[in-house]
Nanobody
Framework: QVQLVESGGGLVQPGGSLRLSCVAS????????MSWYRQAPGKERELVAD????????NYADSVKGRFTIFRDNGKKTVYLHMNSLKPEDTAVYYC??????WGQGTQVTVSS
């Protein structure tokens, strides 16, 4: 069955960096675009970034442009989200998704001093 397993979240100070990973299984990873979403307490889930099958094209929410980078390794069936210059408002549970149909369990990112 399809599985998406995120990792890499944690507590980080403002201005710090984190790299999230999402390992996929149960489907042909290289055939699908992938996305990262996040959901903060009391807010709706929002798209953070997405990437095409080959990684040739990416898209970012305005709030993270220039700070976050999405990339993928099809050989490792993994999509990454590298986050720089983190802000308290980036605090959320981060989810990877395939087509908004399949979701991981989420990984908590907390930005606080």
């Amino acid at each position: 069955q399809v599985q998406l397993v995120e990792s890499g979240g944690g507590l980080v100070q403002p201005g710090g960096s984190l790299r999230l990973s999402c390992v996929a299984s149960g489907f042909t990873f290289s055939n699908y675009a992938m996305s990262w979403y996040r959901q903060a307490p009391g807010k709706e889930r929002e798209l953070v970034a997405d990437i095409t099958r080959t990684g040739g094209s990416t898209n970012y929410a305005d709030s993270v442009k220039g700070r976050f980078t999405i990339f993928r390794d099809n050989g490792k069936k993994t999509v990454y989200l590298h986050m720089n210059s983190l802000k308290p408002e980036d605090t959320a549970v981060y989810y990877c998704s395939c087509g908004r149909r399949y979701w991981g369990q989420g990984t908590q990112v907390t930005v606080s001093s």
